[in-house]
């Protein structure tokens, strides 16, 4: 057991135990032959693989017996994959070849048949044989030294032959095809039989022999004629191929056999109209079901009758992939081309599945046509696949043109979809959010055959462009946003709603939000690729599916972090800046506060007291509005105040000012600009701040003292103390959120939220101090 482990700790990893790692990697002539006598065993005929295998085996563990049976499944499959490809690559090549070896076969056997008859007429001619006469005379009856048998014997020969071409034509006439065959077997026997016992002379072998050729000829184009016929029912059509062959014609038999089948496809589907009016997929049913039927049916005649032969078998497979391209071709034409034009997805995958399905009754029998098939709809398929996004697209930017951003349920005529996972109540969206949430799950459903059949493997990427495409039509609808070329590019001259009001805005982002958290994810699982995933037991296939969708959803969430970042950015433009595009928050209005000789009434700026005002407006209603979702809600508002903050912080001409400016930072200025910092940690803490902006605000602080701190002066002797800073934070919180203020500051500052701010502060002034 020690020395199994020890082997099996050893080995190299994706090592099998059974083939030496040398011999994949290749090596210099050294390894060759090392490779090569390692080899020998493989080429003994006592080898048994069974105990190679099982004396390799013996000192693997579990974990690498199954590496190895994993491997060699592997192997199998690339080994019959490469195997299939090199079939489809060599196809043609096999039967352009297979043809001219019949041909180079039925030219030798000619050359044959006249070196045969040129043979016979010079060996007549060498034996200076008269031909003038078939009857022996009375002279030559005395030299007769032939018995009475003998005599018996010549006269029946001469009577068949005499008999011979009258019957013949009688067989032949009255269509008697076997009596005519077995007859022209028989004269063939009697003809080597008296040329070997010499009971007929040369030249009556000679016309016997033309006469079989001529008769054989004969029969051979009734025989043909009977094949042309469209009357020949299909046990005739067996037949007179059967006695071509017989005959030993068969390349024409075959050819005559599949030309019948093909005429009489041909006259069928004459039959089969399509019209404008009807419905496509009964079109290619119908049209189907005559096309594989033929070829089904001259399978069966080219089997019973040739059997397996390599280049019959060839000739079949070639008329068959020739007749599953019309029938594709038609099918294109006349039902498939209208689907791709129109949009028209489910009734495109209906005509496919139909197609597939009879080609899939053919390959039970060894003859695979989907490919041939599948080559010609793919164009048209993705086509339509096209259409029908650019359809959803056009529709929805129709209904944002007159979409009033207010969210309601799903109105009457467009399809209801589930609950939302996260309440018992059906989401509320805008109608144009509704109209393309109902054409989404419609168009997964008209996928999803597609995407079992190995086509619309782009619907996913195509759907994430007209996802974003919508969200660009939502960041286009934010007040604001015309005078950003940016956010124009790619909608072209599509006229969107302005929504004016914080409500229509925060809609905005419910109908995005919604969509890419819950509804599209939902209608994807429905797709065959997504939802195998969930239920396939295969480890490796299961990950790569579900990180797939994961990726997907991914996706979708960042579309929506772009409308997201637009609203924020936009709301912290207009809190900054003016119409006339002076700014509210600048280095002056801390600096000019020492000069003030007016008595100053401490509050929090008025660009903070509206941001904060903005904030807890907004949060009131996205309460009601994301339901269930308060965590986009949260993280929005988060979002909100981390722009502003972040403005300020890499707002170069604000701190150049402070910092260098020929103006210095007062104590007044510094008590002010703490103050307000103070107050959105005050206001943030918990709702409105993630960590990352509490770090930012607390490194604000520290440079604003660290400038105060560069005149000379004290920040901690020129700031009051911590409560005076947290009660004038709370007084303005509760007067812009409305509710009552606390009957003593010790209230507050024994507060959860107060006792963390003011310790905040308390690390910053010790900070600023350092």
């Known amino acids: 057991m020690a020395s199994a482990a020890k082997s099996s700790r050893s080995r190299p990893a994706g090592h099998s135990g059974v083939l030496p790692m040398h011999a994949a ?17 493989f080429k003994t005929d006592k080898f048994d693989p069974d105990s190679y295998v099982q004396s390799k085996c013996q000192t693997m563990n579990e974990k690498e017996i199954r590496q190895l049976c994993s491997y060699l499944q592997d192997l199998k499959k690339a080994s019959a994959e490469e195997m299939r490809r090199s079939v489809y690559a060599n196809y043609a090549a096999f039967i352009r070849t297979s043809k001219e070896i019949s041909d180079l076969e039925r030219e030798l056997q000619s050359i044959k048949n006249l070196l045969n008859t040129q043979s016979a007429l010079i060996h007549g001619l060498s034996e200076g044989v008269q031909i003038d006469s078939l009857t022996t005379g009375p002279e030559d009856s005395e030299e007769e030294s032939f018995s009475t048998v003998e005599d018996q014997e010549l006269s029946e020969i001469q009577n068949w032959y005499t008999d011979f071409p009258e019957r013949l034509d009688v067989l032949l006439a009255e269509r008697r095809v076997d009596e005519a065959l077995d007859a022209l077997d028989e004269a063939e026997r009697i003809a080597a039989d008296a040329k070997q016992k010499q009971t007929l002379s040369t030249a009556e072998i000679l016309a016997l022999k033309r006469a079989i050729s001529d008769n054989r ?374 600096i000019n506060m020492d000069n003030n000789v007016q008595e100053i009434e401490w509050v929090p700026s008025l660009i903070f007291q509206e941001l904060y005002a903005k904030l807890h407006r907004m949060a009131g209603i996205a309460t009601e509005m994301f339901v269930g979702r308060e965590r986009f809600a949260t993280l929005l508002m988060m979002r909100l105040t981390e722009t502003v903050i972040l403005w300020l912080s890499e707002d170069q001409t604000f701190w150049e000012e402070i910092e260098e400016g020929p103006r210095a930072l007062g104590p007044l200025g510094l008590q002010q600009f703490y103050l307000d910092m103070q107050f959105v940690i005050l206001f943030g803490q918990g709702r409105f701040l993630s960590r990352h902006v509490h770090q930012v605000i607390l490194n604000i602080i520290d440079r604003g003292m660290a400038a105060f701190s560069a005149t000379g002066l004290d920040p901690d002797s020129a700031l009051p103390s911590d409560d005076w800073f947290i009660d004038v934070a709370q007084d303005t919180i509760s007067t812009i959120s409305g509710k009552a203020q606390a009957a003593t500051s010790e209230r507050e500052v024994h507060s959860p939220t107060a006792s963390v701010s003011a310790q905040s502060v308390s690390s910053v002034r010790s900070h600023g101090s350092s």
Request: with cysteine; proline share 3%.
């Open 25 to 41: 990697a290749g090596g210099g002539d050294g390894a060759g032959s090392r490779l090569a006598d390692k080899l020998k065993i």
């Open 217 to 590: 000829q004969k029969l051979s184009d009734q025989l043909a004629e009977a094949a042309c016929q469209s009357s020949t029912c299909g046990i005739e059509l067996r037949a007179a191929a059967s006695a071509l062959k017989r005959l030993g014609d068969g390349p024409r038999a075959h050819s005559l056999l599949l030309s019948a089948h093909n005429q009489r496809l041909q006259g069928n589907i004459q039959t089969t109209h399509p019209s404008s009016t009807a419905y496509r997929g009964a079109y290619t049913a119908a049209l189907a079901k005559q096309v594989f039927s033929a070829i089904s049916h001259a399978l069966s005649d080219s089997m019973e009758v040739f059997g397996d032969e390599p280049s019959y078998a060839s000739e079949v497979v070639t008329w068959a992939t020739k007749q599953a391209m019309l029938f594709a071709l038609l099918v294109k034409r006349h039902a498939l081309a209208s689907c791709a034009a129109s949009g028209g997805l489910r009734a495109a995958a209906e005509c496919v599945q139909i197609a597939l399905g009879y080609c899939s009754l053919l390959e039970a029998r060894g003859l695979s046509l989907s490919g041939v098939v599948m080559k010609q709809f793919r164009p048209c398929v993705e086509q339509a696949l096209d259409s029908s996004l650019r359809r959803i697209e056009e529709s929805t930017s129709a209904l944002a043109a007159a979409d009033n951003w207010v969210l309601v349920y799903s109105p009457t005529g467009i399809r209801p979809f589930a609950r939302s996972s996260a309440g018992n109540m059906a989401p509320k969206l805008s109608s144009s959010a509704h109209r393309f949430n109902s054409m989404v799950q419609d168009f997964f459903e008209d996928v999803g055959p597609l995407l079992s059949l190995q086509l619309g493997g782009s619907s996913m990427d195509g759907l994430l462009k007209i996802f974003n495409t919508y969200i660009d039509l939502l960041v286009s609808a934010l007040p604001g946003s015309m005078d950003d070329e940016a956010n124009l590019e790619g909608l072209g001259n599509k006229i969107i709603r302005m929504a004016e009001t914080d409500e229509q805005q925060l809609a905005l982002l419910a109908n995005a939000s919604l969509l890419a958290e819950e509804l599209l994810p939902r209608a994807a699982m429905k797709l065959p690729s997504v939802n195998q995933a969930s239920m396939d037991k295969r480890g490796p296939e299961k990950q790569n599916r579900a990180a797939e969708h994961r990726e997907w959803k991914r996706k979708l969430q960042r579309m929506v972090d772009k409308l997201r970042d637009s609203f924020c950015r936009q709301h912290a433009l207009a809190l900054i800046f003016t119409e006339e595009g002076d700014t509210h928050l600048s280095a002056e209005m801390y």
